[in-house]
């Protein structure tokens, strides 16, 4: 979860894996995205279709001057997702996790239009709220929720293996393995996760501080 300076809590509305996964599943719908489409082409949804879905004014950017720690960023109150540009060229030249990043970064900007934007509680205010509500109130797993549903598609993986579902959806080996395990229903050990979660975390970190604009100041 992201804390920000004032030491409350960023969430949003809870949302339930279901939930993600079938906004997911629409927003792919709504892009003509084929039904069994395996590869999909991140940057050509941000570059040409991104204003469409929701009919506004949303744009991206690629500084020639980078400085924040994070990789990428959805600014709420310009509309605009920012992404340093060794990561948009790595994703234009196939790289997985880059792919990921940027379709976290859309997939930020999905939810919010979909379910509202973020906002804060105070630390008090957690006590009364259960673990499972709360991650589901937790920005980053519904956009990494959805960014999985939505690059690497249940019902079209579940026949394949690891490194097919990385190959072929062109996500890293650990997207894959997190697809491959959500496809079957397996869970997973944490330590099987490690890779993940601590990118996970490190986006977490990054992304506090009024990332989300004035929804956080
Ligand atoms: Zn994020």
Not at 164 to 173: A, D, G, R
């Amino acid at each position: 979860m992201t804390i920000d300076e004032n030491y409350n809590l960023i969430v949003v509305r809870p949302k339930s894996r279901k939930d993600i996964e079938e906004a997911a599943q629409t927003v792919r719908q709504y892009l003509k995205i084929a039904e069994d489409a395996l590869y999909i082409d991140v940057l050509s949804i941000l570059e040409f279709s991104l204003q469409a879905l929701f009919n506004d004014d949303i744009i991206f950017s690629v500084p020639d001057e980078w400085f924040r720690e994070e990789e990428a960023y959805y600014d709420t109150q310009k509309n605009v997702i920012f992404i340093r540009s060794d990561v948009y060229d790595k994703a234009a030249s196939g790289d997985g996790r880059s792919r990921f990043t940027i379709m976290h970064e859309i997939a930020h900007y999905i939810l919010f239009k979909l379910f509202g934007l973020p906002y804060t509680i105070s630390l008090e205010d957690i006590k009364n709220i259960s673990d499972a509500t709360l991650k589901s109130m937790d920005p980053e797993w519904q956009a990494n929720t959805f960014t999985g549903a939505f690059l690497c598609k249940n019902d079209i993986i579940e026949t394949l293996e690891v490194e097919e579902i990385e190959e072929k959806c062109c996500v890293s080996q650990t997207a894959a393995f997190v697809a491959f395990c959500r496809s079957r229903s397996i869970s997973y050990r944490d330590s099987d996760m490690e890779e993940f979660s601590n990118w996970s975390l490190k986006l977490l970190l990054q992304e506090g501080g009024g990332i989300f604009g004035g929804a956080t100041a």
